[in-house]
């Protein structure tokens, strides 16, 4: 998924991409200026929903995030593999926690999500301030799937990037087999506006992207 763009995100070097775990990343600090003053609220803010914790990503979460990513399930649809890095992993969360792109154009917010107090995934939104739209991704372990976790948590962030940041515009990529993240991606209101076929290709298998949008308001809440 560069849901990285759910898929989108995965595919270039140096971005907000949940699957680069330990590759190139640019290191210079963000272009000031841009919309750093002129964004109304925190934009990375801590969130709750009445079963989770959502909590601004930072490196000290990386040591309970390799074991969430350490399943290989997690990454059938996904290019990334199963990180063993711990170093370069809290390296990238670090670098993350600028919470920007190096350029100052994007705001690269990310999100782990707690249960009581462990650690069940990831959640991210590659805001394009400019164009008002919101990619979005999430990653959580086997242990939690099923339960409406991570239903739960994305209606948490969308709702925040539309009443907190005032988007209205949300778009996931996704492997067109990842029956499950299709499901969710429905399940949030998102419907599917395109289909791209040989969009990537990783693990030897050239594979096909659906795209997903969502425009505000969110939709209530449906199993
Ligand atoms: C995509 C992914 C997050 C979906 O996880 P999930 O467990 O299916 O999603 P939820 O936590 O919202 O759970 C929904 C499921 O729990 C069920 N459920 C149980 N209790 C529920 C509740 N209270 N509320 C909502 N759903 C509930 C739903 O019926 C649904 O099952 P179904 O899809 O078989 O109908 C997960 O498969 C994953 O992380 N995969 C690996 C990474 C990945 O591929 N990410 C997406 C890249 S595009």
């Known amino acids: 998924m560069s849901l990285w763009t759910l898929k989108g995100q995965f595919k270039g070097g140096g971005r907000n991409d949940l699957s680069e775990w330990g590759g190139h990343w640019h290191t210079e600090t963000a272009a000031p200026g841009c919309y750093g003053t002129a964004m109304p609220t925190d934009p990375n803010p801590p969130l709750r929903t009445p079963r989770l914790r959502l909590d601004p990503q930072v490196a000290g979460h990386a040591e309970a995030m390799l ?31 600028s919470r920007r792109s190096t350029d100052g154009h994007e705001l690269w ?39 409406g976790y991570a239903t739960e948590a994305m209606r948490a962030l969308l709702d925040f990037l539309h009443t907190g940041l005032g988007l209205t515009r949300f778009r996931a990529h996704l492997d067109t087999r990842n029956a499950a993240s299709a499901r969710l991606a429905e399940r949030l209101g998102f419907v599917r506006v395109a289909e791209l076929k040989g969009a990537d290709e990783f693990k030897g298998v050239v594979s096909d992207e659906y795209v997903y949008e969502l425009h ?8």
Request: proline fraction near 10%; charge should be negative; aromatic fraction near 8%.
């Open 216 to 223: 505000s308001p969110v939709p209530p809440a449906q199993t």
């Open 109 to 147: 917010l990310n999100w782990t999500v707690f249960a009581d107090s462990a650690v069940i995934g990831t959640m991210q939104a590659t805001v394009n301030v400019a164009e008002g739209v919101a990619e979005v991704a999430y990653v959580f372990g086997p242990l939690s799937w099923g339960q």
């Open 67 to 97: 074991k969430v990513l350490a399943d290989p399930r997690v990454h059938l649809y996904i290019p990334s593999d199963p990180p063993t890095d711990l170093t370069a992993l809290r390296a990238r969360y670090e670098r993350l926690e």
